[in-house]
Structures are given as C-alpha cells and as structure tokens.
C-alpha cells in the first residue's frame, strides 16, 4: 500500500501579512467599478492604518492585527495628530487636528474594509461592527452673497482667452452646482449649448442631467467658439482644455481659485463654495426639494436639505424689518439724566 500523502494545513488568514488583503480588497474595489477616487481615499486610509500598526508594534502588520481595539487606538492618534502631520510638502499645522468629517470618512473607510473581510470570510465576523460613526458639526453653509458672486463674474473678461475660460467654468459652477471634479470631466459632446443643459457623471457613476442659463450659455458658447484649443491628441474629449489642448488637472483648477482669492479680495473663495451657493440660491427660487437633490447629484435627502435650512437662514438674515422692537415706533431713546440723591 503505497503511504497516504499528508496535505500540509493551508496557513491561517490572521497569519498571513496585512498588506495582501489591502491589495486584495483594492481590486475587489476594481472589479465593483468604484470610481478612481474613491478608490485613492479608501487606499490612502488603509495604508495610513498599516503604517501605524508598524511604527506602533514594530512587526510587519498581519490580520490578526486588524482588530476593533487597535483601529481606536489609531483613530486616537489621528485626532492628536497636528494636521498635514507626514505631508511631504505641506508644514504640520500644530493649531489644527483633522476634521470631523475626515475623521468620519476614516471609521467609514475602515468600516467598509471590516465588511469585506467578513463577506470574504477572511474574519469570522465583522471585526467593527461595534464601532461607531463619530458624531460631527454641522455648520451653517454660508454661501456668496450677491455682491460677492458679481465681484468674481466682474473679475474676468471674457474677451480675454484666460479669463473667458475661468469666467465659463464659475459661471457653470454657480449655475449647476458642478463638483470640481465633475467640471474637470465635463465632456465636450455632453453639452448641449442650444437647448441649454448637460450631461454629468457625478458619484457612484450615476449620470444626471442639470440645466444652466442664457447668461452661462453665452459665455460657453464665447469660449468654445472664440478661444477653446484644438484637443493635443482626438481621444480628449473633455470640453475645458488647457491653452495646449490638455484636460484640466484637479491641481491646475485650484490654484485657478487660489489665485481668485487674490485679484477678487474673496479670501473665503473656494471651489465648493460655488456649490454650496448654487444650492442655497435654488431653494430661495424656491426649487422644489427633489429637483434640487437629482440637480446636485445627491444620493441621500439628508444632504440636500441642508441647503433647506441655509436657504431658510438667508432669508431670515433678511428680515430684519419684522423686528418687534422696531414695530414699536421707537427710533430715538433719551437718556435720563442722573437724579441727585441729595437733592429735595
């Protein structure tokens, strides 16, 4: 009888190293079609927390390590941290710690990789479920006010090449709500110049269409006309180009803001700004809710009525007339000279 060929035992999934199941769970992330950029954010976040279990113990980082106990410990150091600590070009700011929201898009990021190993059945079980989202603020949006909005159109000439391309995409951002992003990827063929709307691939790759106005219709169709580059190679399709015929880098178009801040005096600019503005204008026009959520691009409601209560508080800061201290008729108050206690 010939002997029995013994099998060795297939290694233990918390045995084996961290970092195998980050590129794994990475091209699950592919195989689902998750944009690039949410794809950059969970990686980032992933390898921040392997960065720290390393520094932290010493050891190359294995499943094991990924436990509940250890990923509050993390998060901990996270919050302590000065912000822009590890940059490798931005100076630690030792006034500032991450916000909450960053903070939140890390137990998210975190919560997520926790769900796949268990879906997988590298882990018995979801290792965070008992971890919670940390509650954040939520601060009032304050967008533009009016005499800010016409000082940043009033800016640029749209006669000029540099200036019209800058002055269409404000314009479309105040007119649409566009992210940076999705102005970066705007696609020439997706906008519809005569009829006045266009097609946009927002979050989640979930397509929608928004309308724009006469005003941005004009200084688009300037810009395609008169000044937008012939594309460096015919596979750019996107429509904001360049001056050498290359799409816009997400870069490139913040400094196109840094630099805003300074010719419009708008120190508080910046690109979402624009979005935050065109939300809370909408529903002062008094768009309805729905409309207003599909335009943006939201998933939730919860997010688009946000802009409800900024809109809200707008108008309130408006109303100063309905004060009751006003309707009393009282412009004018004397002050009473002070009585002598002496005297009569």
Not at 7 to 32: D, V
Not at 100 to 127: C, D, I, N
Request: some cysteine.
């Amino acid at each position: 009888m010939s002997p029995v060929e013994i099998i060795p035992a297939a290694p233990s999934h918390a045995s084996l190293p961290l970092r195998g199941y980050l590129r794994l769970y990475e091209a699950s992330l592919k195989g689902e079609n998750k944009s690039p950029k949410t794809i950059e954010v969970y990686a980032y976040v992933l390898a921040k927390f392997h960065e720290w279990l390393e520094a932290s113990y010493g050891t190359t980082p294995v499943l094991a390590h990924f436990t509940v106990s250890h990923v509050r410990l993390f998060l901990a150091d996270v919050m302590e941290r000065p912000k822009w600590d590890g940059h490798p070009f931005v100076a630690p700011a030792a006034d500032k710690h991450i916000s909450g929201s960053t903070l939140q898009q890390y137990v998210r990021t975190l919560k997520t990789f926790a769900g796949w190993l268990g879906r997988e059945q590298y882990t018995p079980t979801h290792m965070l479920y008992t971890l919670r989202l940390p509650k954040i603020e939520e601060k009032q949006l304050m967008p533009l006010t009016e005499d800010e909005e016409r000082q940043l159109i009033g800016s640029y000439d749209d006669n000029n090449a540099a200036d019209c391309r800058i002055k269409a995409i404000c314009l479309l951002m105040l007119d649409t709500g566009l992210r940076l992003s999705e102005v970066i990827h705007l696609q020439d063929a997706n906008l519809d110049l005569d009829n006045g709307f266009l097609l946009v691939m927002g979050k989640g790759r979930k397509e929608r269409s928004v309308p724009f106005g006469y005003t941005t219709e004009r200084v688009l169709r300037k810009y395609v006309t008169f000044f937008r580059p012939q594309p460096a190679n015919p596979n750019f399709g996107e429509f904001f180009l360049s001056p050498d015929g290359y799409p816009l880098s997400k870069k490139a178009l913040e400094m196109v803001f840094v630099r805003a801040r300074t010719r419009t005096g708008i120190r508080r600019l910046h690109p979402h700004l624009l979005r935050h503005t065109y939300g809370i204008r909408a529903q002062e026009n008094d768009m309805p809710t729905i409309t207003l959520q599909h335009y943006m691009g939201h998933t939730s409601s919860k997010v688009t009525e946000r802009y409800v209560h900024a809109a809200q508080s707008e108008k309130l800061k408006r109303a100063r007339g309905y004060s009751p201290i006003d309707q009393l008729g009282i412009r004018k108050t004397h002050t009473a000279k002070p009585r002598d206690r002496h005297s009569g």
